[in-house]
């Protein structure tokens, strides 16, 4: 059963950085579509940027610009890396896979995959 695993989480004030890490415990199919959600407490889940098998990058209009999202397919490894956080980034961020091309994916439940989580806290 494939896993992922988050790493990279953790407090920064505000204008700072962190990466995220998420380890996939087996080999991921091509195509693919690889991701981060994230869920602050007492809001909905928000698909924060997702990446295709071929590097196709994908973001929501809240991070555009301030994130970037990698793979290293030989590590079976997506990274996440935040700049310019602000306390409206603190979220618990999971990570997240599809047996899919990112466009191909409609809803959250596409996500065949999701990891345990790891907590982004942003200070002013």
């Known amino acids: 059963q494939e896993r992922l695993v988050e790493s990279g989480g953790g407090s920064v004030q505000s204008g700072g950085s962190l990466t995220l890490s998420c380890a996939a415990s087996?080999?991921?199919?091509?195509?693919?579509?690889m991701g981060w959600f994230r869920q602050a407490p007492g809001e909905g889940r928000e698909e924060v940027a997702t990446i295709d098998s071929d590097g196709t990058a994908y973001y929501s209009i809240s991070v555009k610009g301030r994130f970037t999202i990698s793979q290293d397919n030989a590590k079976n490894t997506v990274y996440l890396q935040m700049d310019s956080l602000k306390p409206g980034d603190t979220a618990m961020y999971y990570c997240?896979?599809?047996?899919?091309?990112?466009?191909?994916?409609?809803?959250?439940?596409?996500?065949?995959?999701w990891g345990q989580g790891t907590q982004v806290t942003v200070s002013s």
């Open positions: 087996a080999y991921i199919s091509t195509p693919h579509c």
């Open positions: 997240v896979a599809a047996p899919l091309r990112c466009r191909g994916v409609r809803s959250a439940r596409d996500y065949t995959h």
